[in-house]
Every structure is written in structure tokens, then in C-alpha cells.
């Protein structure tokens, strides 16, 4: 099996700066894209910002410029370098990640959520 575990959440104030980590384990053979989404309290989940194996990268239209996702692929880890937070980032941050477990075979996982508060 492959897990997926964020870390780096928390409290901060609007205009501050977090860093949240995720780290696959388990069963993997390859790690293709992987992505940061979030989910607020009543809307749904969208994506924040994206990855490719091959370290291209794209991000929702209200991060950009303030967040940035970056990867180690030999220790199977993807960051979200976020600054100048506001209250509207205020959400439920979940890892994801497009993993092969085998050559050929492969699976959508998500972490448990992380989450994060931005004060005003």
C-alpha cells in the first residue's frame, strides 16, 4: 500500500509564510504528478498547485505569485512553499499523488489533510 503524510500545518497571521511537506511511503515503484488542493468549510475541494515528474508545475490562479510546490523524487516528497498567507488560504490542505505501485499499475492517493489558518 502507499501513504501519503502532510506535515507544516498551522496558525499563522495574514502576510506570514508556511511550509507544508508531504512524504509518500509504502509500495512504490514511480511517483508521477503530484498536487496540493484544499478545502474550505463549505465549498469544495480544489486544486492548488501541481507537479509533474518532471518538475513543470502550474497553480491556481489566487496562489500564484505566493505559493510555491516543489519535489525530491529520491525521497519521494512534495513541499508547498506558501507566503504572504491570507485569511481566504484558510483551509484544509491535502496531499495527492499519481503513484505506481507496480510497472504498470497505479493509483490516486491522498493524505489525510493538514490544516492551515490564516489569521486577520
Known amino acids: 500500500q502507499v501513504q501519503l503524510v502532510e506535515s507544516g500545518g498551522g496558525l499563522v497571521q495574514a502576510g506570514g509564510s508556511l511550509r507544508l511537506s508531504c512524504a509518500a511511503s509504502?509500495?512504490?515503484?514511480?511517483?508521477?504528478?503530484m498536487g496540493w488542493y484544499r478545502q474550505a468549510p463549505g465549498k469544495q475541494r480544489e486544486l492548488v498547485a501541481v507537479?509533474?515528474?518532471?518538475?513543470?508545475?502550474n497553480y491556481a490562479d489566487s496562489v500564484k505569485g505566493r505559493f510555491t510546490i516543489s519535489r525530491d523524487n529520491a525521497k519521494n516528497t512534495v513541499n508547498l512553499q506558501m507566503n504572504s498567507l491570507k485569511a481566504e488560504d484558510t483551509a484544509v490542505y491535502y496531499c495527492?499523488?499519481?503513484?505506481?505501485?507496480?510497472?504498470?499499475?497505479?493509483?490516486?492517493?491522498w493524505g489525510q489533510g493538514t490544516q492551515v489558518t490564516v489569521s486577520s
Open positions: 509504502g509500495s512504490i515503484f514511480s511517483i508521477d504528478r
Open positions: 495527492n499523488g499519481l503513484v505506481y505501485y507496480s510497472p504498470l499499475n497505479r493509483g490516486n492517493y
Open positions: 507537479i509533474t515528474s518532471g518538475g513543470s508545475t
